[in-house]
């Protein structure tokens, strides 16, 4: 599985981005998404996770509320809509694919199996 990301970009606080996570391959709808990002001088931190089927989410408290991820599992496609953004989510964003047979949602980075490169936030005030 490859995983490319995008949609990041610079953007006013309060104002709205939407990531694209783009994967290849044939075992995306049987797999977890997820985001994670990483600022600056700061350790990888979770954001968001959905299942295999998109039926459950789970986000980090930081910014529950303000965020949300889905999938399009016919275009292998995961989506991270980010509204009201904040200077502190300034970070490099990235998505991930879980483990092949790892269904429960996870914030811990060792469930996932493939990353993609990252993409930039940068949220000015």
């Known amino acids: 599985v490859q995983l490319q990301a995008s949609g990041g970009g610079l953007v006013q606080a309060g104002g709205s981005l939407r990531l694209s996570c783009i994967a290849s391959g044939r075992t995306f709808n049987s797999r977890l998404m997820a985001w994670f990002r990483q600022a600056p001088g700061k350790e990888r931190e979770f954001v968001a996770a959905?299942?295999?089927?998109?039926?459950?989410?789970y986000l980090a408290g930081s910014v529950k509320g303000r965020f949300s991820i889905s999938r399009d599992n016919a275009e292998n496609t995961a989506f991270l809509q980010m509204s009201r953004l904040e200077p502190e989510d300034t970070a490099v964003y990235y998505c991930?694919?879980?483990?092949?047979?790892?269904?429960?949602?996870?914030?811990?980075?060792?469930?996932?199996?493939?990353w993609g490169q990252g993409t930039q936030v940068t949220v000015s005030s």
């Open positions: 991930a694919a879980g483990r092949r047979g790892h269904y429960s949602l996870s914030y811990d980075p060792r469930a996932y199996e493939y």
């Open positions: 959905i299942t295999d089927n998109g039926g459950s989410t």
